[in-house]
């Protein structure tokens, strides 16, 4: 598969659609009466933190057709959106700090389960890259990350539950969900925020994967015309390296 | 699952090697678990130095915390974070023998299925964990534990130290059969093993509170067991799917 096509007209549609969700957000969406400006931060930490989920349970999924068929193309898959959800959870994090010292006046609660959740899945997904530098043999690298990719992406779940559990009965939750009890001019810019976040995730993923194939093709082909002790094999990296024909 | 090296020899020649007999999965993890606890016997290594750290984590909670007794949410968190840590230290040598002295490559030449090692593993480590308990529970309860339970309280507790144990036996296999295949091992297995089980700490504290309470303590929350026993069955799941993979050479 080409990843390079069409990354400009995907990389134009991300821009667009997430300056009009910006736009949409400060200027259309009415200001919050308890909050007030600050809640706008919501259109930018709730999607992303959706995204960076998902892009975490699709790494899964790559990791089980990783395991099934072998093919490293998956591993490289996988690891690319879980490095992309590693990056957006970073601010998931930070969003929601400051939006916890906008409403509630400190930097850390732990009241809101769902902040915590997903500290805990971020927590659990940074080992990912220190695990697969620490393997050297490239193929157990691969099996390995699969294996860790499956595990944790089946934790997210459950985790979610277990957290939730833990907080039901001694604090309600004080914020509407994004689906029940938002009002309609605050879910168009919410929705398309949403999908603003999606299309960047995407695009940010199809630009790795075309760098990571092309720096594989060009290793193959500079081996090619050059021999095989032109090129410097491969240091030790976390990174999965196709396979150089 | 299929058993492997069962390839029957070519037809053709007369002197073929009698055709491998496959071993049942109980006869395996019944030989393997023996190993695994006759090592532990002859020469202790995981459980001494598990007791012995939880017995000095609780010196220096003693310590750190200020109080020569505790109870409550804070008795519970003492003791939960003292077991899990010590439970680390158990599952970073769990494979470490296997992995050095070439016994998964031995495993891996008998001709019965991949399971059996996970089983045997899982269940060694698990009795590895309640020897550890019966040392620190006992330790806990004389050294900072301020009330002092009824017996029902301490039945309750070894439910849920059993369904957690499962747990955690359960993740420690998985991580362990990681971790020993890369080269900063003791680093990885806290690393991914403690945001694993912290749905673990969240039921077992939170059962174990209402339990060592000062005044006397309250029933145990069935909600808190059937949290550990979702993710015992679910943990269970995923270590039998994935477990193949992570010894295949």
Known sequence: MLYGTRLRALSIATLVTMTAALALAFFYAPMDADQGFMQKIFYIHVPMGIVALCGFVWGGINAIQHLRTRDPKYDLRSYVAIHLSLILGAGVLVTGSIWAKASWGHWWVWDEPTLVSFLIVFLLYATYQPMRFSIEDRE?????????????????????????????????????????????????????????????????????????????????????????????????????????? | MSARATEPASSESDEALPEPRYVPLRT?????????????????????????????????????????????????????????????????????????????????????????????????????????????????????????????????????????????????????????????RDLIVPLMALPLLIPVVIAAARGTSPLVLQGGSQGLEVRWLFVLGLYDLVFGLLAYALFDFLIED
């Open chain 1, 140 to 245: 157990k690298q691969a099996r390995y990350a699969s294996v860790f990719a499956v595990t944790a992406g089946a934790f997210v779940p459950l985790n979610f539950i277990a957290v939730r559990l833990a907080q039901a009965y001694t604090h309600p939750r004080v914020f509407a969900t994004a689906d029940g009890g938002l009002p309609a001019k605050m879910q168009l810019p919410f929705y398309l925020s949403f999908l603003g976040m999606t299309l960047l995730y995407i695009t940010l993923w199809r630009y790795e994967m075309a760098s990571k194939n092309t720096s594989a093709k060009l290793r193959s082909l500079r081996r090619k015309l050059a021999g095989d002790d032109a090129v410097a094999p491969a240091g030790r990296t976390a990174a999965p390296s196709l396979p150089t024909t």
């Open chain 2, 28 to 184: 395996a993890v019944r030989a393997l678990l023996r190993k695994e606890l006759a090592l532990e016997l002859r020469a202790p290594q995981a459980v001494p130095a598990m007791a012995l750290f939880s017995v000095t984590t609780l010196v220096v909670f003693h310590f750190a915390l200020q109080r020569g007794v505790v109870d409550g949410d804070l008795a519970s968190g003492v003791l939960w974070v003292t077991l899990l840590f010590a439970a680390m230290l158990g599952i970073s040598r769990l494979f470490v023998a296997d992995h050095e002295e070439g016994g998964l490559d031995g495993f891996l030449l008998a001709p019965t299925d991949r399971t059996a090692l996970l089983v045997a593993k899982a269940v060694g480590l698990f009795a590895f964990l309640v020897a550890l308990e019966v040392v620190a529970v006992p330790a806990f309860a004389l050294l900072l534990l301020g009330p002092s339970p009824s017996l029902a309280a301490y039945g309750q507790l070894a439910v849920l130290l059993v369904l957690a144990d499962a747990g955690i036996a359960l993740v420690g296999t998985l991580v362990g059969a990681i971790a020993v295949q890369t080269r900063t």
